[in-house]
């Protein structure tokens, strides 16, 4: 775990140790992101409900509609949308 390739038992390898990064120490994707490739390349699930990396808010299948703050990229909408 940590040079990039995927074996055996690993769900994803980004070439480091570090959490937080969608591929976590034990090289195991973790909840609310989504990875692929060889060295893993990770990037948060937007409108799964969890705010993970750059995402600003996540409110799962409200996101964009008139009752969210959140748009449908899982960022903030401006005021005058969520209250039209």
């Known amino acids: 775990c940590g040079d990039g390739l995927i074996v055996t038992g690993e769900g994803c390898d980004d070439g480091n140790l570090a959490n937080d990064d969608g591929c976590d120490a034990n090289c195991t994707v973790e909840d609310g992101w989504t990875c692929s490739g060889e060295a893993s390349t990770c990037a948060p699930i937007c409108g799964d409900g969890e705010v993970v990396g750059t995402e ?5 299948e409200n996101n964009g509609e008139a009752v969210s703050c959140c748009a449908e990229g899982c960022t903030f909408q401006p005021a005058a949308t969520q209250f039209g």
């Open 56 to 60: 600003e808010c996540d409110e799962g």
